[in-house]
């Protein structure tokens, strides 16, 4: 089982791909302005949940970027299926090859997937330039709550991204040092983590009793990731949505 099959086997039930919800999300779009006439631009927009939201609420033009093929898949069937594809565009593959022409999005949004673009910072950089002056950006982004982080915390080569050694102040004093000023902050609860790697867990189970002695079976029912799960999301590592506006002036 490659990535791609990984992830469209273990997010199978999510409909929202991130710790949060669609009141969180609404609210998140709310702090953003979004409003009829505008072009979003969504970057990892995975099965377009958000995309389909705004584009059935307003007269707006809304890009999603998204690699994983089963994912841009599905976020295509379900806009169709809404109705909603004169509204909705979305490119397959990898982020960085989109070329946004400068200041050419009212709002630039990246829930949770500012890997894409490279990690934290190249992610504001790229955002900035394919926003407006003026407009919104929206970044789900992870953040230390609590540190030193414990030993059984692994600091490999994925660190900086699954654990990184900013605290949500931070994070807020990077994107303003980006020219980012925050506008407005949604913060995953533990319930939002809860459920979202509970369909994790119910995605994996299922997956195993349908492929019984397959050996990607282990991969997606291992109890030391659940451990994480549970132990560590949501009491050492947070999430959370940044609202800023793109430009100090």
Same mark, same amino acid.
């Given at each position: 089982?490659?990535?791609?099959?990984?992830?469209?086997?273990?997010?199978?039930?999510?409909?929202?791909?991130?710790?949060?919800?669609?009141?969180?999300?609404?609210?998140?779009?709310?702090?953003?302005? #979004?409003?009829?006439?505008? =072009?979003?631009?969504?970057?990892?927009?995975?099965?377009?949940?958000?995309?389909? =939201?705004?584009?059935?609420?307003? @007269?707006?033009? #809304?890009? /999603?970027?998204?690699?994983?093929?089963?994912?841009? &898949?599905?976020?295509?069937?379900?806009?169709?299926?809404?109705?909603?594809?004169?509204?909705?565009?979305?490119?397959? /593959?990898?982020?960085?090859?989109?070329? %946004?022409?400068?200041?050419?999005?009212?709002?630039?949004?990246?829930?949770?997937?500012?890997? %894409?673009?490279?990690?934290?910072?190249?992610?504001?950089?790229?955002?900035? *330039?394919?926003?407006?002056?003026? /407009?919104?950006?929206?970044?789900?982004? #992870?953040?230390?709550?609590?540190?030193?982080?414990?030993?059984?915390?692994?600091?490999?080569? =994925?660190?900086?991204? @699954?654990?990184?050694?900013?605290?949500?102040?931070?994070?807020?004093?990077?994107?303003?040092? *980006?020219?980012?000023?925050? =506008?407005?902050?949604?913060? &995953?609860?533990? !319930? !939002?983590? *809860?459920?979202? *790697?509970?369909?994790?867990?119910?995605?994996?189970? !299922?997956?195993?009793? $349908?492929?019984? /002695?397959?050996?990607?079976?282990?991969?997606?029912? @291992?109890?030391? $990731?659940?451990?994480?799960?549970?132990?560590? @999301?949501?009491?050492?590592?947070?999430?959370?949505?940044?609202?800023?506006?793109?430009?100090? !002036?």
């Amino acid at each position: 089982m490659n990535l791609f099959e990984f992830y469209a086997t273990i997010e199978r039930y999510h409909t929202i791909q991130n710790p949060t919800s669609e009141e969180k999300l609404d609210l998140t779009t709310r702090y953003c302005g #979004v409003a009829d006439g505008m =072009r979003i631009l969504d970057v990892g927009c995975g099965k377009g949940w958000l995309l389909r =939201r705004l584009a059935s609420r307003f @007269d707006i033009q #809304v890009t /999603g970027l998204e690699i994983y093929p089963t994912f841009a &898949a599905e976020a295509r069937r379900l806009a169709a299926a809404e109705n909603l594809t004169d509204r909705i565009q979305i490119v397959e /593959g990898p982020a960085l090859d989109f070329r %946004a022409e400068p200041a050419s999005f009212d709002v630039v949004m990246c829930i949770g997937a500012s890997f %894409a673009l490279g990690g934290f910072e190249p992610a504001l950089d790229w955002m900035s *330039h394919a926003a407006k002056r003026g /407009g919104a950006i929206a970044l789900g982004e #992870v953040f230390a709550m609590e540190l030193p982080y414990p030993a059984e915390v692994s600091l490999g080569v =994925r660190a900086d991204i @699954d654990y990184p050694d900013r605290t949500l102040w931070a994070t807020v004093e990077t994107m303003r040092a *980006h020219g980012m000023p925050l =506008r407005g902050l949604v913060e &995953a609860s533990t !319930d !939002d983590w *809860h459920r979202y *790697h509970s369909l994790h867990w119910q995605a994996g189970l !299922d997956w195993a009793l $349908e492929n019984p /002695g397959d050996p990607d079976a282990a991969k997606l029912n @291992d109890p030391a $990731e659940m451990r994480r799960s549970i132990e560590l @999301d949501g009491r050492y590592l947070g999430w959370a949505i940044f609202v800023a506006r793109n430009g100090l !002036d």
